[in-house]
């Protein structure tokens, strides 16, 4: 339906100090702190995660060697989603005089409009990460106690027991990271890299990682965690998580959580003969998820 003059009456009569409603601040792409962005030129995007080699036995004299099979664990597959919004205007609103002030005014809010909804994307991923329902390719959901490894044991990327965020929680978390394996069981070598917090624990990541000494103790001991340098690219918000207790930590785990860019955002305008309105249009394809969990630590939080 197009936008008419009944609709923007005001802005035809003399006297109008201000339009405003339009021009808030908006965050900024907050899923480039946690997602390795791509480029796709196909309808979806598959991964493979490969299986490698157990450790290697001993050969006793004489005996013959010992041969070991590689094999594909799993696959993630990512389809893009079509995102698009537009608004039209009518003949009548165009020729009085209404084109050059709301054309401008609308296509910010189009952009703004497109921009949340990214984001918005982007946060679902993790807010949907305990969610069962939500499952990547190895079965399981993104954050779970059981990732299951073709040697038949498991890999955790969340406390078994759901923490908030705190000194503890924190360094159990390192400590977890550290223990990961490979599918034949092999250590990896993983580590923290940022911790992702929504805005409610903004002040208790500032004190954990930004302090010199311990927090909340009259110890006076070192702060570990900063003095270790255990997360070694700080914090930063993400004004989209939906969960105010939950905290994430990515890791330097390789092709963890992904942002395919099938269509860049673009804009269009046209104009329709029979009515004579002017059409607007912005169109962007993309898609959000994870291929190696191991990308990334979570936890919901206690309370």
Known sequence: MAISRAQLLKELLPGLNALFGLEYARYGEEHKEIYETETSERSFEEETKLSGFSAAPVKNEGQAIRYDNAQEAWTARYNHETIALGFSLTEEAIEDNLYDSLSARYTKGLARAMA???????????????????????????????????????????????????????????????????????????????????????????????????????????????????IPEGYTINHFLTDTNGWYLTTDVPNGLKHFVRTPLSNSMDGDFDTGNVRYKSRERYSFGWSDPLGMYGSPGAS
């Open 116 to 230: 949340y909804t990214k984001q918005v994307k982007a946060a679902a991923v993790i807010n949907n990460g305990f969610n069962n329902g939500y499952q990547g390719g190895d079965g399981v959901s993104l954050f779970n106690t059981a990732h299951p490894l073709i040697n038949g044991a498991t890999n955790s990327n969340t406390p078994s027991t759901a923490a908030d965020l705190n000194e503890t929680s924190l360094e159990n978390a390192v400590i977890q990271i550290a223990a990961w394996t490979d599918e034949r069981g092999l250590l990896i070598a993983a580590k923290p890299k940022k911790l992702i917090v929504p805005p409610a624990l903004q002040f208790v990541a500032t004190r954990l990682l930004e302090t010199e000494l311990r927090v909340g103790t009259t110890d006076n001991d070192i702060n570990a965690i900063k003095n270790n340098g255990s």
